[in-house]
């Protein structure tokens, strides 16, 4: 008997914790990346009236005959909110990593802000980025859990990698190569679940 009242009361202790911790979390996907077939997931929480922190994931491994996008990155970000969490305008400041193994692919073009997109086209890339940028987004209230949010960032990443000659080949033409990137570093289209 004693052990049922002490669990009804861890039960009851918990449920109102749960309960305090309302519209203070959030899950989220980047349906642009999505788009891409790139699966993103987010989790989003509150830690001052204003403030939030977030980090982001997302994955690529696909591979169709001799083209190949892999990669996995992580945007870790915190967030102060014009007005309250959750709602409305918001600035923030976002750190990124990842690795990355591409090649064989024709994206177009040749010069991207100072990045040469030719060169995907004949080799393989394989590598890590890591870097940090600043942001603006708006979150747009659809119902009581749902919203819709929009986000752009800029900011810089430095990359290292080795380069090879075919998608499945061990045979390195180049290494300890580095990149510097200056441009956008974030675009996001999230659909969100709020607690």
């Known amino acids: 008997m004693i052990l049922k009242k002490l669990l009804a009361i861890t039960l009851l202790a918990v449920c109102s914790q749960l309960g305090a911790f309302a519209q203070d979390v959030a899950l989220k996907t980047n349906i642009l990346y999505d788009a891409l077939l790139t699966p993103t997931l987010g989790l989003e929480v509150g830690v001052a009236s204003r403030w939030s922190l977030e980090l982001d994931g997302?994955?690529?491994n696909w591979s169709i005959d001799k083209h190949s996008w892999k990669?996995?990155?992580v945007?870790?970000?915190?967030r102060f909110w014009l007005c309250q969490r959750f709602a409305g305008h918001f600035f923030a400041l976002h750190g990124i990593g990842g690795q990355y193994n591409f090649g064989?692919?024709?994206i177009g073009g040749h010069d991207f802000l100072g990045t040469d997109l030719k060169q995907l086209e004949d080799h393989r890339r394989q590598g890590w980025m890591a870097g940090a940028g600043v942001g603006y987004g708006y979150s747009w209230i659809l119902g009581k859990h749902w919203n819709i949010e929009a986000e752009i960032g800029i900011g810089w990443i430095y990359t290292r990698y080795d380069v090879y000659?075919?998608?499945g080949c061990n045979r390195k033409v180049e290494e300890d190569q580095t990149h510097n990137y200056f441009g956008p570093t974030k675009a996001a289209l999230n659909f969100v679940y709020v607690f």
């Open 58 to 60: 997302s994955i690529n």
């Open 71 to 73: 990669q996995w990155m």
């Open 75 to 78: 945007q870790p970000e915190a």
């Open 104 to 106: 064989h692919i024709n």
């Open 165 to 167: 000659r075919c998608h």
